[in-house]
């Protein structure tokens, strides 16, 4: 069996560098909402999310990404004070606690904005700049590195009738035009990272296509991000809920890895960082290449 090279790549992050390629970097997910699909309402409370994160940093988590509004389709849209309010005290105290970069999951730019003021170094927007036209210029500003994701549609009407030709071409050109836009926005190329969007406008079979086919995203020359933790693709295999999906993540970021992945976002960090451990033991010599 032959597995995809991970290119390496050394992304620019506030005043770090993050070393991506030689092994997974494992993203835990702090959702400081009362309605995340999987964990809402768990961590609302400050205090439960910042010991939250600092837990997901015990279990291996190498980054957190603090989360202030649910992506879910039909999730109540969140204010900007609001999630500003939610997101800002927990990014402020984790910042302060750890080295570890922390990343605000957020479409809005005055959220990206103070995000970044108050200590997140990364900045997560599922609607990849453009929800927000001074979503780019905000980023451009700063030192921030910038996850681009892809969606088909809007957060609320993504999952309606999701369709494609080719949903790994469709996807790869999308997130090509958006990388084009960041580095119009003048975002240097190495603080970009991609990221297919799994579950955002897309069925299961467009998921699972996806991610068969991960290794053609690497044509876009950027370390590849992959979220597929805990989704419902998973509940429509297993037929089971969000918090018994842990087997069913663990077998898509292990896949994933394989073809080449270099993050993961993913809820249940101490499971899926020793798998991690394993497969990137398994695949350590497919051949990594410094690709800058
Ligand atoms: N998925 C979710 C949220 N943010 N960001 C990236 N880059 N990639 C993803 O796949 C991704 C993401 C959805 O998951 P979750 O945060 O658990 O749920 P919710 O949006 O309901 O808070």
Redesign the pocket.
């Known amino acids: 069996m032959s597995f995809a090279p991970r290119p390496r790549f050394s992304v620019p992050c506030g005043a770090t560098v993050l070393e991506l390629g030689a092994r997974t970097a494992i993203l835990g997910?702090v959702?400081v909402?009362p309605?995340?699909?999987?964990?809402?309402g768990r961590f609302v409370d400050p205090e439960a999310a910042v010991a939250h994160g600092l837990a997901l940093l015990g279990e291996g988590a190498h980054a957190l990404?603090v989360?202030g509004?649910?992506?879910?389709p039909g999730?109540a849209p969140v204010a900007a004070e609001e999630e500003e309010r939610r997101v800002l005290p927990v990014i402020r105290a984790l910042a302060r606690q750890t080295r570890a970069p922390i990343s605000v999951?957020t479409t809005k730019a005055r959220v990206a904005a103070a995000a970044l003021d108050a200590g997140a170094v990364i900045v997560?927007d599922?609607s990849a700049g453009l929800d927000d036209p001074e979503m780019l210029p905000t980023v451009a500003r700063g030192a921030a590195a910038l996850?681009l994701?892809h969606r088909q549609g809007t957060s609320a009407t993504m999952q309606v009738a999701p369709r494609y030709d080719d949903v790994v071409g469709e996807v790869r050109d999308h997130l090509a035009g958006r990388l084009r836009a960041a580095l119009a926005a003048g975002i240097a190329a190495a603080r970009l990272l991609v990221?297919p969007?799994?579950?955002?406008g897309k069925t299961l079979e467009h998921n699972l296509e996806i991610l068969r086919r991960l290794e053609a995203f690497h044509a876009l020359g950027r370390p590849l991000?992959?979220?597929?933790?805990?989704?419902n693709f998973l509940g429509r295999i297993l037929d089971l809920p969000p918090d018994q999906r842990v087997e069913g993540t663990a077998a898509a970021v292990a896949l994933a890895i394989a073809a080449g992945a270099h993050v993961v976002?993913v809820?249940d960090v101490r499971a899926i960082a020793r798998v991690a451990r394993v497969a990137d033991a398994i695949v350590a010599d497919a051949g990594g290449d410094s690709a800058g």
């Open positions: 997910i959702n909402t309605d995340s699909f999987s964990d809402g990404d989360g509004e649910s992506t879910r999730a999951d997560n599922v996850v994701k990221d969007g799994i579950g955002f991000l992959v979220g597929p933790s805990r989704k976002r809820h």
